[in-house]
């Protein structure tokens, strides 16, 4: 039997120098330096054998160094927030270029404007609204995805 079993990053994608918006994805710098963790993608990366949650703004890591550590990745899903939704289309649009792997976005931008999201970019394969967790356990054990 074939494993389906995709592996799966968990990106909070590179965003603005020194981005301040606390609450929007909870990686925002302050002048303490202090980053906000990202929490809920943490909770769901915890039901996920063998994920991965990598925070570009708080490691500092450029869109080339983003996605040399996602080619080992086959499933990527990309935070996101209105602030910086098209910072993340940059992102997933930067991964499709250098690799074949599904791009779902989660967050609550993405889920109040999911269809207007689909029509952005063609890069992005789908997104799971609201409480997402179970949702992207099952994309990544290749069950089949019908939410936008």
């Known amino acids: 039997m074939k494993d389906t079993t995709?592996?799966?990053?968990?990106l909070n994608p590179p965003s603005f120098h020194r981005f301040d918006c606390a609450g929007?994805?909870?990686?925002?710098?302050?002048?303490?330096?202090?980053?906000?963790?990202?929490?809920?993608?943490?909770?769901?990366?915890?039901?996920?054998?063998?994920?991965?949650?990598?925070?570009?703004?708080?490691e500092d890591i450029s869109m080339e160094r983003m996605a040399n550590i996602a080619k080992d990745?086959?499933?990527?899903?990309?935070?996101?927030?209105?602030?910086?939704?098209?910072?993340?289309?940059?992102?997933a649009e930067y991964l499709k270029n250098k690799q074949d792997c599904k791009i779902i976005f989660v967050g609550p931008h993405v889920s109040m404007t999911a269809e207007e999201i689909m029509k952005t970019s063609d890069v992005v394969d789908g997104v799971a609204r609201r409480e997402y967790d179970f949702t992207i356990k099952e994309i990544s054990e290749g069950k089949k995805f019908d939410e936008y």
């Open 6 to 10: 995709m592996k799966t990053l968990f």
């Open 73 to 91: 990745y086959n499933l990527v899903v990309i935070s996101t927030s209105s602030a910086t939704i098209k910072m993340n289309v940059k992102a």
């Open 24 to 58: 929007a994805r909870y990686q925002a710098r302050r002048r303490t330096k202090a980053m906000w963790f990202p929490v809920w993608l943490c909770e769901a990366a915890s039901i996920i054998d063998e994920s991965r949650v990598l925070d570009c703004p708080v």
